[in-house]
């Protein structure tokens, strides 16, 4: 039986001065921040009376010449940076033998044959790179090394903390603690070192051993399993791609970006569980009449969609959507229905797109009003509509396919004029029927004309005011941010409130009403539901 990893102890000194070292695309980027930096700092200050020092688990791989960290780049890139702290300062203070020694087992490799230097550990993202270099080569942090949630900025933090830890350590007897720094790092910090033999199979060591700890993210996870499977001539150039597009969610984080790759595969392969996605697309878990995009049609799937994607998240940014497509989009958002985008996507590549989109924009609203939309079972309705879009070329088939979850004109009026909904959902559904259009834009602030909070109202009991409070007779919208104190009765709401109504709002209608009360909310709910019919079932 081949036994599948090496394991040997061994001092930091002795591991980093034995070869390069590089972080394949597949491992996380640096990720620590102060915190765990901190906490490093901490550990190895504590431990530097002592015999020996466990640091940690190290697996590695070889793989032309060099080594490659399948696990541990995290405290591999910040001892180096210490190390780089403690050269600066060793040379500043005179010790350049001691600078030279810790130079040559922690930073630099020497090419005996030219005679040139080359970093002992070497990250995979060019950019980042170029930071973790200019730092070990100056000493010194760029101002422009990367934007504020970069990895070149976290380097140069990390860097900047421990610099300062270690000047502050030195104050008393510097040439002293220099050495003691030294000998501690290059002779008594040990790792357990696993050095793998097959290189192909250090992509699910990697799963393996993360999943074990801090788990992994999906997006991790499935960034691990799309370069295992690409040769390693084109690994470099599909991470590239791949940064390329996850970078597009860095503001969004990444469960965002892993929701866009669910719902790409949604249309070509139906819905798929969130819980499910990494087991789908790795093959490892089964589900009937469903075949998973292979990694390259896979990378292909997210290439394609991405531009319409980021306007579905971003209306006003550029893109290939139409106007009015932007304007389903932004409705939905202010909604926050995310459910149908793959549809919307597999809609965008058949004929009459605008149509379509606004079928499910007005199907949408009316399971909001009428039924629940947030069940799994309408999810994954949805997800397998997406998927006989893309199959059949026209959205037409959604119209048979998901009339079941298409409420009458009635049922919708009737729930409209008595329900309670939330204040996103009332402030939408109110500007629809004053801009009388599904797609209006946001305009003024919605404000419940007997507020909800409210003890004390005449004409209307604290139970009645429960009832309706959140239905849409009793909204109004204005444009005032604030509710002014003289508006904490009807007669103060009509004094201080109603000469702010927006332009379109029922002003007239309003000041026609003698006393604020459940009969005169539920009428105005009726009169507003009925409105809202009218521009909801065309």
């Known amino acids: 039986m081949q036994t599948p990893l090496n394991a040997s102890a061994s001092t930091a000194g002795a591991l980093l001065s034995s070869s390069i070292f590089e972080v394949p695309q597949f491992q996380r980027e640096y ?31 070889d793989e032309v010449g060099r080594k490659h960290v399948v696990d541990g780049q995290q405290r591999l890139i910040t001892l180096s940076l210490l190390a ?38 070497v990250l995979s993202d060019e950019s980042d790179n170029k930071t ?21 900025r976290r380097l140069g933090e990390s860097y900047n903390f421990l610099k300062a830890k270690l000047q502050e350590d030195l104050t008393n007897d510097p040439f002293r603690r220099l050495g003691k720094w030294t000998e501690f790092l290059t002779h008594r910090v040990y790792f357990a070192v696993f050095i793998h033999p097959d290189p192909t199979s250090a992509y699910q060591v990697y799963e393996v051993i993360n999943t074990r700890g801090k788990e992994l993210t999906t ?80 990378v292909r799937l997210l290439k394609r969609y991405l531009p319409l994607y980021l306007q579905m998240i971003d209306p006003t940014s550029a893109g290939p959507a139409e106007p009015e497509a932007l304007k389903v989009f932004a409705a939905l958002n202010a909604l926050s229905v995310i459910a149908v985008r793959p ?22 609203v009316r399971r909001i009003v009428v039924g629940n939309l947030g069940t799994g079972n309408v999810e994954r309705r949805f997800g397998e509509a997406a998927r006989k879009v893309h199959e059949a070329k026209t959205w037409t088939v959604l119209v048979d396919d998901l009339k079941d979850l298409n409420p009458s004109k009635d049922e919708f009026v009737n729930q409209l004029g008595k329900r309670s909904f939330n204040k996103g959902v009332l402030g939408f559904l109110r500007r629809s029927v004053l801009a009388e259009t599904i797609t209006p834009d946001e305009f003024g602030v919605l404000h419940f004309v007997r507020p909800r909070s409210s003890t004390e109202w005449d004409g209307m009991s604290e139970e009645d005011g429960a009832f309706w409070g959140a239905t849409i007779g009793n909204t109004f919208v204005a444009d005032l941010e604030r509710r002014p104190k003289g508006a904490a009765d009807w007669e103060g709401f009509k004094q201080h409130m109603l000469p702010h109504a927006v332009p379109s709002e029922w002003r007239t209608r309003l000041v026609r009403i003698q006393e604020w009360d459940a009969k005169a909310v539920e009428a105005l709910g009726k009169e507003l539901a009925k409105a809202a019919g009218k521009i909801w079932y065309p």
Do not use: C
Request: hydrophobic residues 35%.
């Open 31 to 61: 990720s620590w921040e102060e915190d765990e930096v901190e906490e490093f700092w901490k550990d190895l200050s504590n431990g530097l009376d002592s015999d020996s020092y466990f640091l940690g688990l190290v697996i590695l791989t």
């Open 84 to 121: 780089n702290a403690i050269y600066f300062e060793a040379h500043a203070r005179g010790r350049t033998a001691l600078a030279d020694r810790i130079r040559a087992d922690f930073l630099k490799s020497i090419d005996y044959d030219s005679d040139e230097t080359n970093p002992r550990i």
């Open 132 to 152: 973790f270099q200019a730092i070990l080569e100056t000493g010194e942090i760029s101002d422009d090394a990367g934007d504020e949630e970069s990895v070149s």
């Open 219 to 298: 997006a991790d996870l499935l960034k691990n399993y799309v370069l295992s499977q690409t040769a390693s001539p084109q690994r470099k150039a599909r991470y590239r791609e791949w940064q390329r597009i996850s970078g597009q969610f860095l503001q969004d984080s990444s469960s965002t970006f892993v929701q866009y790759i669910r719902h790409s595969v949604t249309i070509q392969s139906g819905h798929i569980l969130p819980k499910d996605l990494f087991g789908f697309l790795a093959n490892r878990v089964k589900h009937q009449g469903k075949k998973p995009p292979t990694p390259d049609e896979l």
């Open 343 to 364: 549809i919307l996507l597999a809609i965008a590549n058949t004929k009459d797109p605008l149509e379509g989109m606004e079928y499910i924009l007005r199907l949408v």
